[in-house]
């Protein structure tokens, strides 16, 4: 032990004559004396460092006089281990503390002459006494395949260094990546190139996003009542439910309906990335309100009297046919008026911007949006042995059905803004589209007479056409096209459940102009000589023209409403 420590302290004495340098501040400097002793801890046995190549080939030649650093590894003595206590040597160093860690002296020294190591030492493992930074040998570097997705890690292989982790070849260690982001240029393959400097360059790969986006929304939403006229009343049995009489009442219409409820929906996404940058991608959306329907019903012996007021276009005055009067009838009322909303959307989505912290993409594409609905008037009413002929002992059954559709095709442009913080997100949403809206009506109306007492004698069951509001002037299927503007905006507030899993809670607004519906699609003024069964005392004269007529009474409709949803990327 002690002739090790002599050796060293000698050999270290010897480079410090030749060129009295020292090291300061992590750069070489010459000096005109050797270090002081006072500062300096004595050196123990000189440990060489392993020597770390890091490339193939000789070692470049050096200029005289330049200088290459040399490491010595200096342990100090455990007094725990040795149960000898420092002591100060005779050249006045201070003794080392005990338990200090080992100091690292790193001491350089000048190269005289320009020199290349033989060609078998090249690679052979750094087993001298100092380790001289030299080229780091490589084994055969594993190129990416010619197949579309890599994997991005490979072994280094090192005679003198056991096998150790793998050293990632791109950003994305051990993730797999897409060779088609190289723009354009294929990706090398074969072995690597004896000089460093014929080495192609790599594409800028880096490691695979999520292509596939998917979302679920439920929807609770309101929509736009239609209006509706006034289609049902009642009375004290002297004012027959006529509109205006003193003791008239209203039982339904006269105001808007389907418009104080929700509707129960849901909407659907699926997209799909066209690169692995997220530039562009292809989306389809669907969505449905589930038809709710605004109900009324009533019978006599609710009210006694039930009416059905029009306008007679004969006279110009009020008049109301009855389904139920004392001594007269007795029968039942119901009227049904469903609504369903439904929509699909192709858009393409193209990235205009992005950070670490947000993303906005506009949006262009196709969209198509359907409202049905439909207004259905039945009564069914017992004639009393009392009733006036041809009503006594009869059954009878009047229909009035007013149905609409409304089809919107247009092109659809918008633009989506996204911001994060953390793991909360924002996202604004906006789009108008442009189009035409096919609408279509449909107005039906019967009359269904069966016999009562005479039915076992034989009597023939007998049709009419026509109701009381539909009658044969306006039954008939009708469409008109019109011009529509379809705007759109949403805000969702979305939290990130898991990396690939993201829930959000919003509200959105759309609004649909020019469409009709059944409410405002009825002529109530009429022409009481087309109503099939209808008493007249005196018969007046027919009417010129339509009464009713078909009405394509444009107007307005929106749908508002909560989204409750989750969205997956894959």
């Known amino acids: 032990m002690k002739k090790g420590r002599w050796i060293g302290s000698l050999l270290l004495a010897g480079f410090a004559c030749i060129a009295e340098l020292r090291g300061e501040d992590m750069q070489w400097q010459a000096i005109s004396e050797a270090p002081h002793t006072e500062t300096v801890a004595a050196l123990a046995v000189p440990v060489a460092l392993s020597e770390r190549p890091t490339g193939r080939g000789p070692v470049p030649s050096s200029v005289p006089g330049e200088l290459l650093p040399v490491h010595f590894e200096t342990p100090v003595p455990d007094i725990r281990k040795t149960g000898v206590p420092p002591?100060?040597?005779?050249?006045?160093?201070?003794?080392?503390?005990?338990?200090?860690?080992?100091?690292?002296?790193?001491?350089?020294?000048p190269v005289t002459s320009s020199a290349t190591l033989p060609a078998e030492q090249q690679n052979e493992p750094g087993d001298a006494l100092f380790a001289i930074d030299r080229p780091f040998p490589i084994g055969?570097?594993?190129?990416?395949?010619?197949?579309?997705?890599?994997?991005?890690?490979?072994?280094?292989?090192?005679?003198?260094?056991?096998?150790?982790?793998?050293?990632?070849?791109?950003?994305?260690?051990?993730?797999?990546?897409d060779a088609s982001w190289g723009r354009g240029q294929a990706l090398p393959t074969g072995p690597l190139p004896e000089?460093?400097?014929?080495t192609p360059a790599f594409p800028s790969f880096q490691p695979l996003r999520p292509r596939l986006y998917a979302s679920a929304e439920y929807l609770l939403w309101w929509v736009q009542g239609q209006s509706v006229p006034v289609l049902a009343t009642t009375s004290a049995p002297s004012d027959f439910g006529v509109l205006g009489a003193p003791t008239t009442q209203v039982l339904f219409g006269g105001n808007s309906i389907n418009g104080n409820s929700p509707f129960s929906g849901g909407r659907?996404?699926?997209?799909?990335?066209?690169?692995?940058?997220?530039?562009?991608?292809?989306?389809?959306?669907?969505?449905?309100?589930?038809?709710?329907?605004?109900?009324?019903?009533?019978?006599?012996?609710?009210?006694?009297?039930?009416?059905?007021?029009?306008?007679?276009?004969?006279?110009?005055?009020?008049?109301?046919?009855?389904?139920?009067?004392?001594?007269?009838?007795?029968?039942?009322?119901?009227?049904?008026?469903?609504?369903?909303?439904?929509?699909?959307?192709?858009?393409?989505?193209?990235?205009v911007c992005c950070g670490c912290n947000y993303r906005f993409t506009l949006l262009a594409g196709f969209r198509n949006i359907n409202l049905d609905e439909s207004l259905t008037i039945t009564e069914?009413?017992?004639?009393?042995?009392?009733?006036?002929?041809?009503?006594?002992?009869?059954?009878?059954?009047?229909?009035d059905r007013f149905a609409t559709q409304n089809h919107f095709y247009g092109g659809n442009l918008g633009a989506d803004a996204r911001w994060y913080w953390g793991r909360w997100s924002i996202d604004v949403r906006g789009q108008v589209a442009l189009g035409d809206t096919v609408q279509i009506l449909d107005i039906n109306g019967s009359q269904h007479f069966v016999p009562g007492v005479t039915m076992a004698n034989g009597a023939v069951v007998q049709n009419f056409?026509?109701?009381?509001?539909?009658?044969?002037?306006?039954?008939?299927?009708?469409?008109?096209?019109?011009?529509?503007?379809?705007?759109?905006?949403?805000?969702?507030?979305?939290?990130?459940?898991?990396?690939?899993?993201?829930?959000?809670?919003?509200?959105?607004?759309?609004?649909?102009?020019?469409?009709?519906?059944?409410?405002?699609?009825?002529?109530?003024?009429?022409?009481?000589?087309?109503?099939?069964?209808?008493?007249?005392?005196?018969?007046?004269?027919?009417?010129?023209?339509?009464?009713?007529?078909?009405?394509?009474?444009?107007?307005g409709f929106w749908a508002q409403g909560l989204t409750f949803g989750l969205e997956f990327v894959y």
């Open 87 to 109: 002591v100060a040597n005779g050249a006045g160093v201070p003794p080392v503390a005990p338990h200090r860690p080992p100091e690292i002296i790193a001491v350089s020294t």
């Open 140 to 177: 055969e570097a594993k190129y990416a395949s010619s197949s579309g997705i890599v994997r991005t890690s490979a072994s280094v292989a090192v005679p003198s260094i056991p096998p150790g982790p793998e050293v990632p070849m791109v950003p994305g260690w051990d993730a797999p990546v």
């Open 195 to 198: 000089d460093p400097a014929d």
């Open 268 to 351: 659907f996404t699926l997209g799909y990335w066209l690169g692995c940058e997220q530039k562009k991608a292809l989306e389809i959306t669907g969505f449905f309100l589930g038809t709710r329907s605004a109900g009324f019903s009533t019978n006599s012996s609710q009210n006694p009297v039930i009416g059905r007021p029009f306008e007679e276009a004969n006279n110009g005055e009020e008049t109301a046919q009855l389904t139920s009067l004392p001594g007269v009838s007795v029968g039942t009322l119901t009227i049904k008026a469903p609504t369903s909303l439904w929509g699909l959307a192709g858009n393409l989505r193209c990235l």
């Open 380 to 399: 069914n009413v017992l004639g009393l042995p009392t009733a006036p002929a041809p009503f006594t002992n009869q059954m009878i059954t009047v229909t």
């Open 465 to 555: 056409t026509g109701g009381l509001l539909a009658l044969p002037s306006n039954i008939g299927h009708f469409h008109h096209n019109a011009f529509s503007v379809v705007p759109e905006i949403g805000v969702n507030l979305g939290y990130q459940i898991l990396p690939n899993l993201r829930g959000f809670i919003g509200y959105n607004f759309l609004y649909w102009s020019n469409v009709i519906r059944p409410g405002t699609s009825i002529d109530r003024v009429l022409d009481v000589t087309q109503i099939p069964n209808f008493p007249l005392h005196p018969e007046p004269a027919p009417v010129p023209g339509r009464h009713p007529a078909p009405v394509f009474h444009e107007v």
